[in-house]
Structure formats: structure tokens, C-alpha cells
């Protein structure tokens, strides 16, 4: 009953950017905190950065000043803008969603199938 549709990712040299985006859509009553996890290879699952929605952020000691999450609350969709990328940011990112569907009285968390960001040295 929701989709998180990710895109954005691709390959880059160190140095550059990029700018992931992921829409929410389905039977949507309403869409709490948004975020954005990544996998590398090898490595667990981590947050990356996270929304509310009243706009409030957090974000991963590793990000801090090079990443900037955002959101649209008309749109469902939350971005991520990844600047100065660097070799250690290659992995597969998530999007996350904290939703509560229509006739539902509590949220869940939904995830995005994943966008893969490769940073070349």
C-alpha cells in the first residue's frame, strides 16, 4: 500500500556531489520522520541522516558538513545532498519512512529498495 521510490544515486569521482530523492506514495494518511541509511560493502547498515517533520535534523558524524537532508511535506519526498563526497561514502543507500496509512491508528517504518552510490578515488 506504500512505494518509496528512490533515485539519485550513480557513480562519482571524490570531490563531487550528488542528490538522492525518494517519494512516498500509496494510501498515505500521513508521514512522520524521514531518513536516508546506508550499507557498505562489508559493513552494517547505518543511519545516515534523518527529518521530522516539523524539519528537524540529525545526521551521522562521518556526514556532518558535507550532507544536507531535506524534505517536502506537499510532495512526500525527502532529498539528500551529498557534497564532497569521498571513497568511504560508497554504499547502498536506503530511504526510510515513518508512515501511518489510511484506517491504520499507529505508523510503520517503510524502506526504499535501495540506490547504490560509488565514489572513485
Known amino acids: 500500500q506504500v512505494q518509496l521510490v528512490e533515485s539519485g544515486g550513480g557513480l562519482v569521482q571524490a570531490g563531487g556531489s550528488l542528490r538522492l530523492s525518494c517519494a512516498a506514495s500509496?494510501?498515505?494518511?500521513?508521514?512522520?520522520?524521514m531518513g536516508w541509511h546506508r550499507r557498505a560493502p562489508g559493513k552494517q547498515r547505518e543511519l545516515v541522516a534523518a527529518i521530522t517533520s516539523g524539519g528537524s535534523t540529525n545526521y551521522a558524524d562521518p556526514v556532518k558538513g558535507r550532507f544536507t537532508i531535506s524534505r517536502d511535506n506537499a510532495k512526500n519526498t525527502v532529498y539528500l545532498q551529498m557534497n564532497s563526497l569521498k571513497p568511504e561514502d560508497t554504499a547502498v543507500y536506503y530511504c526510510t519512512a515513518e508512515i501511518r496509512i489510511k484506517y491504520h491508528f499507529t505508523s510503520d517504518d517503510y524502506w526504499g529498495q535501495g540506490t547504490q552510490v560509488t565514489v572513485s578515488s
Open positions: 500509496g494510501s498515505i494518511l500521513s508521514v512522520n520522520t
